[in-house]
């Protein structure tokens, strides 16, 4: 009798017949989960003792290590949660990464190819330089700054939401979005390192573009929370001034909006307005110039292209293939 495909629900939520190398790895991993454990740990205070104390993105990559030897193959309870939300702390780990090298990318940062695509582009201006005069940026905080702010914030909740919907209602839908995301940031951190880029509020402060105001700094000083403003003041030590390009607040929403343009007949033209929308609050707020917007987009529509082949051609293989060669779970 042919058996039922047992599914690593864990690290991919497919039958274990799809899992190949990965799902062999972690089989092994669930068969020799303490003498693993232990040697990580073993590893990870070797590691100290002789390097000294870790900064924080490692202390970042190493719980990601930790979470996913720990949690890797459990199919339910507080380890499954963990372990399907480890990409958040991917992506923070990632970020973080990047920003410890702030410092040595802000002597290399380029500045001169996104500004003279804006401005050929745009009749000779800077959009955020037009914007901000119309809008009288740094004139006070007016209530569009205050819009603007919550626009630039939604980043960091929209996508999440919608991570969590799908966790809620379609496992499977909530790993392929968490897939996405990983991938077009991993794709945008790896940019950071290889081409750091200047955002219009700092090319202002350099010279090289004219007066621009970074209005999330004022909305923050405005509502008198100077330590969270520091953060938008371009400090190295505190955030990554020149992550610009591509902008991930601009990829973000594009791929979940390819993400559910099938399904969701009705909000996806709600969310189009939105993917508009922080694009205007993007240029408006000196945070990226349309150049760097655009080739967000571009990552983002890549990422989705190529996902989309694997999972199509996967599906096509799992229906094809021989009902004698699905492989279970050794128990």
């Known amino acids: 009798m042919d058996q039922a ?3 690593h629900d864990t690290l991919g939520s497919r039958p274990a017949a799809e899992t190949s190398l990965s799902g062999a790895v972690v089989d092994q991993l669930v068969r020799h989960r303490g003498p693993v454990l232990a ?3 073993v590893l990870s205070v070797g590691g100290v003792a002789t390097i000294g104390a870790p900064d924080r993105p490692a202390v970042l990559w190493w719980l990601v290590g930790f979470i996913v030897v720990t949690c890797a193959g459990t199919e339910g309870g507080f380890r499954r949660f963990l372990i399907d939300w480890v990409p958040v702390l991917v992506i923070a780990a990632g970020y973080d990464t990047v920003r410890a090298e702030s410092v040595d990318l802000l002597s290399r940062a380029i500045v001169q190819p996104q500004l003279r695509f804006d401005e050929v582009v745009f009749g000779g201006t800077a959009p955020t330089v037009t914007l901000q005069r119309w809008l009288n940026a740094g004139q006070g905080v007016h209530w569009w700054d205050y819009l603007a702010w919550l626009g630039y914030l939604s980043h960091f909740v929209v996508t ?3 991570a969590a919907f799908f966790y809620v209602v379609n496992r499977e839908r909530f790993h392929r979005l968490a897939m996405l995301i990983v991938t077009v940031s991993v794709a945008g951190f790896i940019t950071y390192f290889i081409i750091p880029a200047v955002p219009p509020w700092l090319a202002s402060r350099q010279g090289v573009l ?6 999330e700094y004022e909305v923050w000083s405005h509502l008198g929370l100077p330590a ?9 030590q505190l955030a990554n001034p020149v992550a610009a390009l591509p902008s991930l607040h601009a ?18 033209w709600v969310f189009l307005a939105y993917l508009v929308f922080m694009m205007a609050v993007l240029v408006y707020g000196a945070e990226h110039y349309v150049s ?3 080739l967000g987009w571009a990552y983002a529509i ?9 999972w199509a051609h996967r599906d096509r293989t799992s229906h094809t293939a021989p009902a004698g060669s699905l492989v279970t779970r050794p128990g």
């Open 251 to 268: 990829a973000w929403p594009l791929l979940v909006l390819l993400f559910i343009w099938p399904t969701a007949r009705r909000g996806r």
């Open 160 to 162: 999440l939401a919608f």
């Open 39 to 41: 040697i990580y740990l």
């Open 292 to 294: 760097d917007i655009l």
């Open 302 to 310: 890549v990422v989705f292209w190529a996902w989309n082949r694997h």
């Open 5 to 7: 495909p047992t599914r």
């Open 228 to 236: 969270v403003a520091k953060v938008f003041n371009g400090s190295a």
């Open 210 to 215: 004219a007066h621009t105001t970074r209005t």
